[in-house]
């Protein structure tokens, strides 16, 4: 806005002076008119006090441009660099965030030796490349494979056991690949079966070279569940979901593996992403244990009534189907609710199946199209950063607020504004959460 008012008044500055310095004498005459309408602009648009600016503040609704998850933990920067540490044993690393960026989404941090990648939600290293040239001596494979062990419990990671891991090591080019998987619950190899279809599960690997890791990625699947940031079901606790969820399918529990976590701030909070020998997917909610996702292909389809299966995955989450409206979208059928509560969030139900095929999937998915109207004004903003400006003690650089919803652990929406600063001198952004009803603040990096 302050940009806006500039130009426009050194605008209409420039335009008095050239009609100053014309020689044309029919101009003489709008000197002085002109001259008063850019004071008279001028202090609409530019005073001080109140301007029209102000006056488009006040009168303008503001849009929801975020969702955040209450429980959220996200990854601060020294938990970060920390994790980088521990991994590369180098002890000074450097750390710049696009500017336009809110949240760390990734902590991208470089040291003399190395350019790591980390998640910002989950801690999970994305990508690690050592960029000096490798030291040491060459080691057999179980030696790399070893070492590709401990560096996961270097980072504060918590191994499921060895008889539960799959390791395959290639040598190629002086360097030494190691890839770790976790096994199905039958022992055999999780993917076996999807790899001769031509696709292949992205593991967890490392790349060696003499005693120097060259390049790492990790996958949040060689882990006990129990033992993952933030999630609050167990091993067993799947194990009893599973069984009950292919009960109530008709099916036998097939073999399974947990092969990675998602986790997020907007769209998810976390979901653990579960494969089977039958080449079955599913997504658990990582706080609840329900089930979000299935895909798979039913054992004796032309025996199964599908609206009664509708049925049964409806009572299993104690909802009543008649409280929801049903509509064909291409080859299935979405479930809405019919009167939506307007601070609650709302989820559509997804069923794809056909009479008589053996394919079946559900999915239950946040309603994106859904819009719940807020009488918030964007003025409203400047309180929200001026409570949280006085108690700082740092120099803010740049600022700006985006209004946002936020989910409490019971789906209850809640308005507040995140306000986005940026210290002067410094890469990392902070972020606060500031409620529109009480304006009490929350820092969502410490």
């Known amino acids: 806005m302050e940009l806006s008012n500039l130009i ?228 067993d606790d799947i194990e009893t979901i599973l069984s009950d969820w292919y009960e109530l399918l008709g099916q036998e529990l097939p073999a399974y593996a947990i092969d990675g976590l998602q986790y997020g701030y907007s769209n998810r909070e976390i979901e653990i992403s579960i494969s089977t020998s039958t080449d079955d997917f599913l997504f658990l909610d990582g706080h609840t244990g329900e089930v979000l996702y299935f895909s798979g292909e039913l054992a004796n389809s032309k025996e199964i009534n599908f609206d009664e299966l509708v049925r049964k995955v409806f009572r299993s989450k104690n909802i009543n189907p008649l409280n929801w409206e049903r509509k064909r979208i291409y080859s299935s059928w979405e479930w809405r609710e019919k009167e939506p509560k307007d601070m609650e969030l709302s989820y559509v139900h997804d069923f794809g199946y056909t009479e008589g095929e053996a394919y079946f999937s559900y999915e239950k998915s946040i309603d994106i199209y859904r819009k719940i109207g807020h009488n918030v004004k964007v003025e409203s903003s400047r309180e929200a950063y001026e409570t949280v400006a006085k108690e700082l003690n740092y120099t803010p650089y740049a600022s700006r607020a985006k209004l946002t919803e936020v989910i409490d652990e019971n789906d209850k929406i809640r308005l507040a504004w995140l306000i986005v600063i940026q210290p002067y001198k410094q890469s990392e952004h902070r972020l606060y959460l500031v409620d529109i009803e009480t304006k009490e603040w929350v820092s969502l990096y410490e």
């Not at 209409?12 to 008119?33: A, C, D, G, Q, V």
């Not at 488009?56 to 020294?78: I, K, M, P, W």
């Not at 060459?138 to 390791?167: A, C, F, N, P, W």
Request: charged share 25%.
């Open 8 to 235: 426009v008044f050194l605008g209409l500055l420039m335009t008095y002076h050239l009609i100053k310095k014309s020689e044309f004498k029919w101009l003489e005459n709008l000197k002085r008119p002109f001259s008063l309408c850019v004071a008279i602009l001028f202090l609409f648009l530019c005073n001080p006090i109140y301007n029209l600016g102000d006056v488009a503040l006040a009168s303008t609704d503001a849009e929801v441009r975020l969702r955040y998850f209450d429980s959220t933990n996200l990854v601060q920067l020294e938990e970060a660099k920390e994790l980088a540490k521990n991994m590369t044993g180098d002890e000074q690393f450097s750390f710049q965030q696009p500017e336009t960026e809110d949240f760390h989404n990734r902590y991208y941090l470089k040291s003399k030796n190395y350019a790591v990648e980390i998640h910002g939600i989950s801690g999970a290293v994305f990508q690690l490349h050592r960029k000096t040239e490798p030291v040491g001596e060459k080691h057999s494979q179980e030696e790399y494979v070893k070492m590709s062990k401990q560096l996961l419990e270097r980072m504060g990671r918590t191994l499921l056991d060895d008889e539960q891991i799959v390791s395959t090591v290639v040598e190629k080019n002086n360097q030494v690949l190691v890839e770790l998987a976790p096994k199905l619950t039958d022992g055999t190899v999780l993917g076996a079966s999807s790899e001769a279809r031509g696709f292949k599960f992205v593991n967890t690997n490392f790349t060696w070279e003499k005693d120097s890791l060259i390049h790492f990625e990790e996958r949040l699947n060689l882990y006990p569940i129990e033992s993952m940031r933030n999630v609050q079901v167990t091993s």
